[in-house]
């Protein structure tokens, strides 16, 4: 028995979503930044035209679904955080202030949203980077990237950057801490 959640009915109005969502953030984006001014009518027409992009090319529009959602659970996540704090007690003031002005909540959140961008990339993007063509070309490029793009090499270089990291926060805390 169809409903009206079937997956058929939801693939066929995803587009829709996605182009009000994209026109949505890049006009919100636009008009925050003022890169063009205040000029309402040019920035709705650069946001239109970046929404039809990402309709139109299939990797944008399944990238957008890709990371989306993680995204916003990654938003709840935040809030749900900080509405605990403040349910025990702690003043938003020093909420604010803490996340302002304490670098650990910044790289936290660089690194989730980096994580989540590079996680989509890898969904839509992935089975290209080992693609029948470029298994069978020779040369020096063809090797150092089949070599690079071993998992193996992936999770050594996210565990080194996690390392130093931690090695840069424990050894020298006075210097994470600081303002700049």
Do not use: C, H
């Not at 959640?5 to 930044?33: G, T």
């Amino acid at each position: 028995m169809a409903s009206i959640l079937s997956a058929d009915l939801f693939q066929f109005v995803m587009p829709i979503f996605i182009f009000i969502f994209i026109f949505v953030v890049f006009y919100a984006l636009l008009s925050k930044i003022k890169l063009f001014g205040e000029n309402t009518s040019l920035n709705s027409l650069i946001a239109f035209s970046l929404a039809v992009l990402f309709i139109v090319i299939p990797e944008a529009r399944q990238f957008i679904e890709v990371a989306t959602p993680w995204f916003i659970v990654f938003i709840v996540a935040g809030l749900m955080f900080v509405m605990i704090f403040m349910i025990l007690g702690v003043e938003p003031e020093f909420i604010k202030e803490v996340a302002k002005e304490n670098a650990l909540v910044l790289s936290i959140i660089v690194g989730l949203s980096i994580f989540i961008f590079l996680f989509a990339m890898s969904q839509v993007f992935g089975p290209g980077i080992f693609d029948a063509s470029a298994a069978e070309q020779t040369g020096i490029f063809a090797s150092v990237r089949k070599i690079l793009f071993t998992p193996k090499i992936l999770g050594f270089l996210i565990i080194l950057i996690i390392a130093a990291e931690v090695v840069r926060r424990v050894g020298f805390p006075s210097y994470s801490s600081q303002k700049k």
